[in-house]
């Protein structure tokens, strides 16, 4: 089966939160086949685009496009089918086994009869067949953040949409499911981001959007971003961005 594509588009998106604005006016668009990383400091307003982008919250003004249809428009049964999201955090609200917490992320499609197959296959991708059988309120901190990730990945949303996927997970994990996101876009997914480790972004990714104070400070290609410059100006840091062969090696230097 043809992998399912989504264009995304945010024309002067502005959220509030108890009448204080986060996001400011946001131009951008996510295509598929690019995988992007959004980045900032703390407060950015990384987290509330991931979810006004995935409809959690509502945006103050402007517009969210899914392909041609303005997402307002789209009934939530089927923007469950277009767009599968991770938060940046989630605790199970009761034991369940890991494989049917994997299988929730197969609500939206029904019934499907290769439930299991599909649930073994995104236990793999994260390297979690062994905890297949295992109670999630048995886990620890990292196992339950790739068990969380494989229900992202159990289903055939065209768009993911993912905060801080690898935050508690060890370097080996990080790498792996970094390589599995690049996979994912390279069928034809458009996937979005948030991440705080600006070596994986600039490895991995097509595209980067620097968010600062609410406003995208910045947005292209890694090697057009991530530029001492910018940094400074966003971060309040110096640094170096040490590029060999496509891959560059963030230097945090010292406090501006």
């Not at 982008?53 to 899914?66: K, R, T």
């Not at 307002?72 to 940046?88: D, N």
């Not at 901190?141 to 690898?166: C, F, H, K, S």
């Not at 080996?172 to 390589?179: A, G, I, P, S, T």
Request: charged share 20%.
């Amino acid at each position: 089966m043809k992998t399912p594509t989504l264009q995304v588009s945010c024309r002067d998106l502005s959220l509030e939160r108890r009448r204080t604005p986060v996001l400011r006016e946001i131009n951008c668009a996510f295509s598929p086949g690019e995988l992007t990383a959004v980045v900032g400091p703390n407060g950015a307003g990384k987290s509330s685009l991931l979810e006004t982008l995935a409809g959690v919250l509502a945006p103050a003004s402007g517009h969210i496009e899914l392909g041609d249809r303005d997402a307002t428009a789209i009934p939530a049964a089927e923007r469950a089918r277009l767009c599968a999201y991770l938060p940046q955090s989630e605790a199970p609200a009761w034991s369940l086994c890991v494989a049917d917490l994997v299988a929730l992320g197969l609500l939206p499609w029904g019934r499907a009869a290769d439930r299991p197959q599909r649930v073994a296959a995104a236990l793999e991708l994260v390297d979690a067949t062994h905890l297949s059988g295992r109670a999630v309120t048995r886990l620890s901190g990292g196992e339950l953040r790739r068990v969380q990730l494989a229900r992202l990945l159990v289903g055939d949303a065209p768009l993911l949409i993912a905060d801080e996927p690898t935050a508690a997970l060890d370097i080996r994990h990080q790498l792996q499911l970094m390589h599995t996101f690049r996979n994912q876009a390279d069928a034809g997914k458009t996937v979005v981001l948030a991440l705080h480790d600006l070596s994986l972004a600039a490895r991995f990714c097509d595209r980067i959007l620097l968010l600062c104070d609410g406003r995208l400070a910045a947005q292209g290609a890694p090697q057009d971003v991530f530029t001492p410059a910018l940094i400074g100006d966003v971060y309040g840091v110096s640094c170096e961005f040490r590029w060999r062969d496509g891959v560059a090696d963030f230097v945090p230097l010292d406090l501006l």
